[in-house]
């Protein structure tokens, strides 16, 4: 899932890093202030009940501490020396299933319960289903810090991504999904197009793809 890009020009101080496990606690801030307040989010986590931000809080955190252990890539933007944007890229070989991931859903039935573990699992699953063949990088997680929207950060980060899936030859584009359909201009302007749509309650998420581009390319384009 992917939040908080549609942005306009990015300001010079920003930094593109590479992130590893020391960046661990900066990432969960980021993307918690990113998330808290997605549709997405909202009714995987079940909003209205108590909780609901222990919920995301431990949903992120295991996601992340996943990923890292997958030792899949993640990028970030720095401004002033504070992360305020971040991206973890799955790659295309992973395809990755959370229900056989059996450490994780154990963390995650004792730190976001039974019902909200098994709805997001369904969710991720229906995603799964909509993945192109041959494989494709995936962006499960994405979100620039509130505070910091609106000045292209978001947009660099996701030209990011795309130049590092160029990298790799063996990926046939880049899937992510939104619940928000106002970030859906963005994405179609950075060549993006839809696979589906999953019914989440009473709102839609989106599933678009990317298709791949040589590095080369990418660069002319530029």
Known sequence: ????????????EAVVVRLDESAANEAKSVLFQSYRHEPTFQHLFDHRRPGYEQRVRATIRELINLYFELNQEAVGIMVDETLVAVAFIGEPELRLN??????????MIL??????TRRYLEYHEQIRSLL????????PLMGVHPKYQNRGYGRLLLETVIRLCADNPRGSGLVLDTGNSRYLQFYESEGFHSLGKLQL??????????????????????
């Open 132 to 139: 192109p063949q041959p494989q494709a990088h995936q962006l």
């Open 111 to 116: 730190t976001a319960g039974f019902a909200c």
């Open 201 to 222: 309650g009473s709102f839609e998420d989106y599933v678009l793809f990317r298709a791949a581009e040589s590095r080369d390319k990418i660069k002319n384009s530029a």
């Open 98 to 107: 959370l229900a056989n991931q059996l450490s994780w859903r154990i963390r």
């Open 1 to 12: 899932m992917a939040t908080g890009t549609q942005d306009s020009n990015h300001a010079p």
